[in-house]
T-cell receptor
């Protein structure tokens, strides 16, 4: 069975600081991996995805994530956080032949001015 | 291009009432999904469909029903509303080798 762990429930950073949100997954083969962002009262927006190939993937809004098979991780990074990045971030995994997406419980990001 | 459209956006129900949450997509996607989101719990899959006429249970299907008579529509039915079904419901769709696209959600309270 596939699963996702986001170890950090809540992270606070200062505007302009760098950010890394952690995501660990469990799946027997190479998974499809996703990061979504959710602003208050909104739906989920895709930030980036990894299907295959280059393990460093670029997404929207200046985010990137790196797939590390040896660590079963897919951490999300941004070099300089903006106040508008305050939101909840969800990591998700789907097995190649599996129709279903499994989400982590999310990390809430607060950005201090 | 509207994407995934959910209606209503908000609803308050009394215990025991029934209702249908509507979801429609205009992207000709084969796969459609219903999730519920509760605080601190992420998203839990209720039901999904891999094409018209085909549906299957997810993690938390009890108390819900779905149908998929067309590619575009995937309504979620609550037959006897219970307080435990108070949640935010999201519909999503995708095609092969694509990520899921989400609607804006339906916020449902059962009192």
């Amino acid at each position: 069975a596939q699963s996702v762990t986001q170890p950090d429930i809540h992270i606070t950073v200062s505007e302009g600081a760098s950010l890394e949100l952690r995501c660990n997954y469990s799946y027997g083969a190479t998974p499809y991996l996703f990061w979504y962002v959710q602003s208050p009262g909104q739906g989920l927006q895709l930030l980036l995805k990894y299907f295959s190939g280059d393990t460093l993937v670029q997404g929207i809004k200046g985010f990137e994530a790196e797939f590390k098979r040896s660590q079963s991780s897919f951490n999300l990074r941004k070099p300089s956080v903006h106040w508008s990045d305050a939101a909840e971030y969800f990591c998700a995994v789907r097995g190649g032949s599996n129709y279903k997406l499994t989400f982590g419980k999310g990390t809430l990001l607060t950005v201090n001015p | 291009n509207a994407g995934v459209t959910q209606t209503p956006k908000f609803r308050i129900l009394k215990i025991g009432q029934s209702m249908t949450l509507q979801c429609t997509q205009d992207m000709n996607h084969n796969y459609m999904y219903w999730y519920r989101q509760d605080p601190g719990m992420g998203l839990k899959l209720i039901y999904y469909s891999v094409g018209a006429g085909i549906t299957d249970k997810g993690e938390v299907p009890n108390g819900y029903n779905v149908s998929r008579s067309t590619t575009e529509d995937f309504p979620l039915r609550l037959e006897l509303a219970a307080p435990s079904q108070t949640s935010v419901y999201f519909c999503a769709s995708r095609n092969d080798q694509q990520p899921q696209h989400f609607g804006d959600g339906t916020r449902l309270s059962i009192l």
